[in-house]
Each structure stands twice: as structure tokens, then as C-alpha cells.
């Protein structure tokens, strides 16, 4: 017999006869009180961790990119010596978007990495960063590598050399000669390009050295640590 139907016998010993007594059901669960203090809990561990847990995913997100942007300039300096040729990385200011283009000789045009295209176009495929995530610096006054930071040179039509062609504004390009060297538009040999992402969490960059090799930067709010 269930707990809500069982019977209790129990004596009257006042009238001396048999008596039947039904067993109240115990009441189960929490009572109003309980349930708001649970609530109220959860809510203040919340307010704890979700501003932790924003500012780590920004962390993530900033870092990817950095590290993309990084590896996109090795594989520039890699086809550039493999074609023996020029190679850039392009970067879209305005869209906050990148990508790699390496200087085509047949056809004497920037030609997007992969692209079936011979010539870049404004179909050619590009890499967005990360949402939150822009090209800049905010009011940082001193770059990594100690002068004031400043986006790379403009992006010319043509490759570096005596005609590098017009520039095209809000972007910045990093392009390295087939030796593997970071060049300016005349063709000589630079240690001063980088590239400045920042978000509302951190600012970080991506410095390439007069030997060509990208290092990444983050900003700790006084200084820039190498990482």
C-alpha cells in the first residue's frame, strides 16, 4: 500500500474502541524563500563571471587574428621567394580585412593568393577579423619598437620599385622582395612595418624586422611584451 493511502490503527483509550487514523502525506520541496535565495545567488555568480569570461574571449579573439596576420607574412615571404617575385599582405582599413597577394609578371598586376583570377578583384576572397576586433591603436603614444606607432606604408597599385604606382587610401601593405625583405615602394629594404589590431580589451601588433620575420606584440598598458 502507498504512502498516501496507508491506514494507521491506534487505540482509543479513552472510549476503548478501534480507531482509524489516515497518515497526512509529507509536503515536499522548497519553499518561496529557499527558491528566492537560490535565485539571487545564481544571479550574483553571474555578475561575477560573465565580465571575465567577455574579456577572455576577447583575449582569444585578438590573438587569433594577430597570429593569422603573422602567419599570412610568412607565406608571403615564402611565395615571394618561391616565385621569385614580390609578395604583400593587404590590409583593408576601413573593412578590417586582410589578405595575400603576390605580384603576377605575366600578367604585371597584384594577384590575391589562390585566386583564379590573374589580377585581384573586388570578388577576390579576403579574411575578416574577428567581431570586436578593428585595425588601430587608440591614443598608445609609443609602438614595439619604440617609435610612435603608426600603421604600415599605404598599398600602391604596382609592385615596389621605380614605377610603384598610386596609392590606395585606408589601407596599409607589408610587401616583401623575392629575397625575403621587407620593402618600402621604391624597393628598398625596411625595419619599420607593422600592423596595429586593437579591440575593448587589448591592443596588439605585428612588427617585421629588417630580416623579414613577423613578431607579435601584445600591450599591457605601459609597455608592449613580445609573445
Known amino acids: 500500500m502507498s504512502l498516501f493511502n496507508r491506514k494507521i490503527r491506534s487505540q482509543d483509550l479513552l ?4 480507531v482509524t487514523c489516515w497518515a497526512r502525506p509529507r509536503q515536499l520541496g522548497f519553499s518561496m524563500i529557499e527558491l528566492l535565495l537560490v535565485v539571487i545567488g545564481i544571479i550574483i555568480l553571474m555578475a561575477i563571471a560573465i565580465p571575465s569570461v567577455t574579456g577572455l574571449a576577447r583575449s582569444f579573439r585578438i590573438g587569433g587574428d594577430t597570429r593569422e596576420m603573422a602567419a599570412q607574412l610568412n607565406l608571403a615571404r615564402l611565395r615571394a621567394a618561391a616565385g621569385y617575385t614580390h609578395a604583400r599582405l593587404y590590409v ?5 580585412t586582410y589578405h595575400l597577394e603576390v605580384w603576377n609578371k605575366a600578367s604585371t598586376c597584384w594577384q590575391t593568393y589562390e585566386d583564379s583570377n ?33 600603421q604600415a606604408p599605404a ?18 601593405c607589408i610587401e616583401f622582395n623575392s629575397r ?3 620593402v618600402d615602394s621604391t ?13 575593448a580589451e587589448n591592443c596588439q601588433a605585428i612588427a617585421v624586422s629588417v630580416s623579414g620575420q613577423p613578431a607579435q606584440y601584445r600591450y599591457t598598458g605601459s609597455s608592449w611584451v613580445q609573445f
Open 15 to 18: 472510549y476503548g474502541r478501534s
Open 92 to 96: 583593408n582599413l576601413n573593412a578590417n
Open 118 to 150: 590573374a589580377c585581384t578583384q573586388t570578388t577576390s576572397s579576403v579574411v575578416p577579423l574577428a567581431p570586436g576586433n578593428t585595425f588601430g591603436f587608440g591614443s598608445i603614444a609609443t609602438g614595439p619598437t619604440g617609435a610612435a606607432p603608426a
Open 155 to 172: 598599398c600602391t597599385s604596382g609592385v615596389a620599385g621605380p614605377s610603384p604606382g598610386s596609392t590606395t587610401s585606408n589601407t596599409a
Open 180 to 182: 625575403t625583405y621587407p
Open 187 to 199: 624597393n628598398k629594404v625596411v625595419a619599420s612595418d607593422a600592423v596595429y589590431i586593437q579591440n
